[in-house]
């Protein structure tokens, strides 16, 4: 068994995520709490008790996603799990590859923190409100989506955000330019095309002053190489060197999310099974529909992770 930990990004939280694993366990209550400190705000009560709406604010969500897989993390390695012997790469969906990071040693849990909210907060005040608007099509290959963002432009921006699986990808633009795309879209066969609710249009070149805080803010950050190689959003490929980490997380900010690419890529490089590390199974549910031969596990109760140290330990 040759395994990656996969960790998730936004739209997986839900309010009470993580609640029973501080409930649990020490190690976890310890993760929360030093999120909490870093931050300089309680965002364990955000993320167990709501409302829904706080925790949602990108701000809030991205740092809190982290959390919970970092908190999931510590809990396998007092358990015995050590990430370098037992796991081959690490990756995560967009703000995932901090926690990717973070789990891999390259960024201490306190710094992701930090550089998680002041992402979320760049990313957020990046377009005013109702400006911008990302959507889903559903049942087009990605260089149809591609030729679909293009046509839709219209001298405004529409790009492909996120190549999730095969016929799920994301575009994200200027709201109208978007609400083309949806139409253009369902002219060439998609099956379904939707707004997403979210609050900015992540992933797209509208997003170039967060990139631009994120390089600040990633250019006085203690980046040290990853334990294992982390498989990079914008590459699909694998990098270790901490200034081009640092270089590709800022890339990350307008660039396309290729997680299909970076699935195969690790399959065909030896990876049997993706572990996804943290809340939800959103990564879990992709891996099948990207490649039939590689097996998506989600860790994300005391149960899980009983289930993943028999699997790597039996």
């Not at 300089?40 to 809190?64: E, F, H, I, R």
């Not at 897989?69 to 358990?79: G, K, N, P, Q």
């Not at 992402?119 to 990046?126: F, I, P, Y």
Request: net charge negative; aromatic share 4%.
């Amino acid at each position: 068994m040759t395994i990656a930990f996969t960790f998730p990004g936004q739209g997986s939280q839900s309010v009470g995520m993580g609640k029973l694993l501080a409930d649990t366990y020490a190690e976890a209550r310890a993760v929360f709490e030093e999120v909490d400190e870093a931050l300089g705000q309680k965002l364990s009560d955000v993320m167990w008790n709501g409302p829904d709406d706080a925790l949602t604010l990108t701000a809030n969500a991205q740092p809190a996603l982290m959390a919970v897989s970092l908190a999931t993390m510590r809990v396998l390695e007092a358990r015995g799990l050590d990430l370098k012997s037992v796991v081959s790469y690490v990756a995560g969906h967009s703000l995932g590859e901090y926690s990717a990071l973070a789990a891999a040693g390259s960024l201490d849990v306190a710094t992701a923190a930090r550089l998680l909210r002041i992402r979320g907060d760049a990313m957020q005040n990046a377009v005013p409100v109702g400006q911008g608007a990302m959507a889903a099509l559903l049942g087009l290959d990605f260089d149809v989506a591609v030729e679909v963002a293009e046509a839709a432009a219209q001298g405004e921006v529409c790009q492909a955000a996120n190549d999730n699986a095969p016929g799920q990808v994301v575009v994200s633009g200027h709201k109208a330019a978007v609400e083309r795309a949806i139409e253009i879209a369902k002219a060439k066969g998609a099956r379904r095309a939707v707004m997403l609710p979210v609050s900015a249009p992540f992933h797209c070149s509208l997003m170039a002053p967060a990139a631009d805080a994120m390089a600040e803010a990633l250019a006085g950050a203690d980046v040290k190489a990853p334990v294992v190689p982390l498989v990079a959003n914008v590459l699909a490929a694998p990098i270790t060197d901490p200034d081009e980490i640092r270089n590709r997380l800022v890339e990350q900010v307008t660039g396309t999310v290729r997680w299909r690419e970076s699935v195969i890529w690790l399959a065909e490089n030896g990876v049997d099974t993706l572990v996804e590390v943290g809340t939800g199974k959103v990564l879990t549910g992709m891996v099948k529909r990207i490649h039939k031969d590689a097996a998506g596990l989600a860790v994300n109760s005391p149960e899980d992770i009983d289930a993943l140290m028999e699997k790597i330990t039996g």
